[in-house]
């Protein structure tokens, strides 16, 4: 689904320059991730370098119903370790977390939290968040 949402301006971020490490917790698991970033971008939802694009190359599902272009907010994560590091929520993506349960301060959008790598960064996916439906092929 990827893309870019026409609608809004892209956001301002600095993609890394060295290897850092991003930890993806959900679904009582912790996966550590070494962020390479001569392999930016590993897929095309979100921003590239965000931590929807980084979780979803390594084989960690965030739901994100639009696609990661800032039309929802079910990628919705929380960033627990790092916020520093990322670069400022937009306005359209604020607009889209007053739509998000279970909001706090280091609450973003994992298609447009983007890490500059200058440290580690740990993100936290709500339980509430996670898609635990799965459905077979018929």
Do not use: F
Not at 33 to 42: F, L
Not at 46 to 71: K, Q, R, T
């Amino acid at each position: 689904m990827g893309g870019t949402n026409p609608y809004i301006d892209e956001p301002e971020y600095s993609l890394p320059t060295t290897t850092y490490q991003m930890v993806v917790r959900a679904e009582g698991q912790e996966v550590s991730i070494d962020v390479d970033p001569t392999k930016i971008p590993y897929e095309r939802d979100g921003l590239p370098g965000s931590v929807l694009e980084i979780a979803l190359g390594h084989g960690i599902d965030i739901d994100h119903a639009c696609g990661g272009v800032v039309a929802c907010s079910t990628c919705h994560v929380i960033v627990r370790e790092g916020l520093e590091t990322c670069n400022e929520s937009s306005e359209a993506e604020e607009d889209q977390l007053d739509n998000a349960p279970g909001l706090t301060p280091q609450s973003r959008l994992a298609c447009q939290c983007v890490p500059d790598g200058t440290q580690k960064v740990v993100v936290e996916v709500p339980e509430w968040n996670r898609n635990l439906v799965s459905e077979d092929h018929h």
